[in-house]
């Protein structure tokens, strides 16, 4: 990860790219099944490409797992 920079997604590009809404990212949050964001400002919130991209793997592996 030293070579690639860092990618922050702010709240609406993570909703675009999970396909989950603004509740159902916060409800995750608190069971702890879902990155929690970093803190940019008194007012902004985002989280790392990269912990998005792993979540949505989980999500995938998760489901492959339970079909087969």
């Known amino acids: 990860m030293a070579n690639q920079p860092l990618s922050i997604l702010r709240r609406k590009a993570v909703e675009s790219r999970t396909g989950l809404s603004r509740s159902s990212l916060y409800t995750y949050i608190a069971k702890g099944t879902f990155p929690a964001p970093i803190r940019l400002g008194e007012r902004a919130v985002g989280w790392t490409e990269e ?7 989980s999500r995938v592996e998760a489901s492959r797992t339970k079909a087969a």
Do not use: P
Request: charged share 30%.
């Open 51 to 57: 912990s998005i991209s792993r979540w949505l793997e």
